[in-house]
């Protein structure tokens, strides 16, 4: 299989990581273009074979899978360089969520799909959600399934909830990770615990909880019964959480769905101009 990946910043770049470190591509199979060179050449660097593309088009010719891997309003310059070289039986991936599906099928004569990818896929665990364009048949996307579950779980869903899917799967590891360093920083301030073993302790913590709730069959509720007794030190802990965060989720996807709803009217506008 030829994969054209066409940007190599954070999330392009983690990509291509992954599928190599997996065993999922080789790199004889990648070919990468990027607009900074020194990324490109960087990641060709760590992976020898890599192939670094003199230009998006190069990268996307004769490409099985050509992943859009870049910034929502760079879309419509890629679009433009790489348009002349792209056919029916490709699959153009765009990693992307305020470019819609539809959009992108009046714009290229590729079949198209959308993938968003999550920072833990890094790690070959986390979920990457799906989306399937009208011209995919089913090998196709078992051809895509069967790429992604190398790093990741694939889940398909409805392209209406991308917003509040990617916020759970692709924004939640930062989310948490800010409640864990407040954590961390909470213990160190009140009792003076070493911040190094306060950090070892509740990495560890987290770690644990997600295999439990991934594996152990247990849900966050149960979890929270099995964790605290009642009048306990965990109950009356987990009661003061309540009041001190009590709306802040429903706030933080508000803010999300705003910012989205922007996003989509000028990634639209910047693609529908000619």
Same mark, same amino acid.
Do not use: W
């Given at each position: 299989?030829?994969?054209?990946?066409?940007?190599?910043?954070?999330?392009?770049?983690?990509?291509?990581?992954s599928?190599?470190?997996?065993?999922?591509?080789?790199?004889?199979?990648v070919?990468?273009?990027?607009?900074t060179?020194?990324? *490109?050449?960087?990641?060709?660097?760590?992976?020898?074979?890599?192939?670094?593309?003199?230009?998006?088009?190069v990268?996307?010719?004769?490409?099985?899978?050509?992943?859009?891997?870049?910034?929502?309003?760079?879309?419509?310059?890629?679009?433009?360089?790489? /348009?002349?070289?792209?056919?029916? &039986?490709?699959?153009?991936?765009?990693?992307?969520?305020?470019?819609?599906?539809a959009?992108?099928?009046?714009?290229?004569?590729?079949?198209?799909?959308?993938?968003?990818?999550?920072?833990?896929?890094?790690?070959?665990?986390?979920?990457?959600?799906?989306?399937?364009?009208?011209?995919?048949? &089913?090998?196709?996307?078992?051809?895509?399934?069967? /790429?992604?579950?190398?790093?990741?779980?694939?889940?398909?869903?409805?392209?209406?909830?991308?917003?509040?899917?990617?916020?759970?799967?692709?924004?939640?590891?930062?989310?948490?990770?800010?409640?864990?360093?407040?954590?961390?920083? *909470?213990?160190?301030?009140?009792?003076?615990?070493?911040?190094?073993?306060?950090?070892?302790? *509740?990495?560890e913590?987290?770690?644990?909880?997600?295999?439990?709730?991934?594996?152990?069959?247990?849900s966050?509720?149960? /979890?929270?019964?099995?964790?605290?007794?009642?009048?306990?030190?965990?109950?009356i802990?987990?009661?003061? /959480?309540?009041?001190?965060?009590?709306?802040?989720?429903?706030?933080?996807?508000?803010?999300?769905?705003?910012?989205?709803?922007?996003?989509?009217?000028?990634?639209?506008?910047?693609?529908?101009?000619?």
């Amino acid at each position: 299989m030829k994969v054209g990946l066409i940007g190599v910043g954070s999330m392009g770049g983690l990509l291509a990581g992954s599928f190599l470190r997996a065993g999922a591509l080789s790199p004889a199979e990648v070919t990468i273009a990027s607009r900074t060179l020194s990324k *490109a050449e960087a990641l060709a660097g760590r992976y020898p074979g890599l192939a670094v593309a003199p230009s998006n088009a190069v990268a996307a010719q004769n490409a099985d899978l050509v992943f859009l891997c870049v910034k929502p309003l760079d879309f419509r310059a890629v679009l433009d360089d790489i /348009l002349p070289v792209l056919t029916p &039986e490709q699959i153009v991936v765009s990693i992307t969520s305020p470019v819609k599906i539809a959009l992108l099928e009046e714009l290229v004569p590729s079949k198209v799909a959308k993938i968003i990818p999550s920072v833990v896929n890094e790690a070959g665990i986390g979920a990457t959600l799906f989306m399937f364009g009208t011209r995919l048949d &089913e090998r196709d996307r078992e051809r895509l399934l069967r /790429l992604f579950s190398a790093i990741s779980r694939p889940v398909e869903i409805p392209e209406e909830d991308i917003r509040v899917a990617s916020d759970l799967s692709s924004c939640g590891p930062a989310f948490f990770a800010y409640l864990l360093e407040q954590f961390i920083e *909470a213990a160190v301030d009140t009792t003076g615990i070493a911040r190094e073993l306060a950090t070892v302790l *509740a990495c560890e913590m987290l770690a644990g909880t997600s295999r439990l709730l991934r594996e152990g069959g247990c849900s966050p509720a149960e /979890l929270q019964r099995r964790v605290s007794v009642p009048g306990g030190i965990t109950a009356i802990a987990l009661e003061e /959480l309540g009041k001190a965060t009590e709306g802040a989720f429903s706030r933080v996807l508000q803010k999300t769905h705003e910012k989205f709803a922007e996003d989509l009217s000028k990634v639209e506008a910047s693609l529908r101009r000619s």
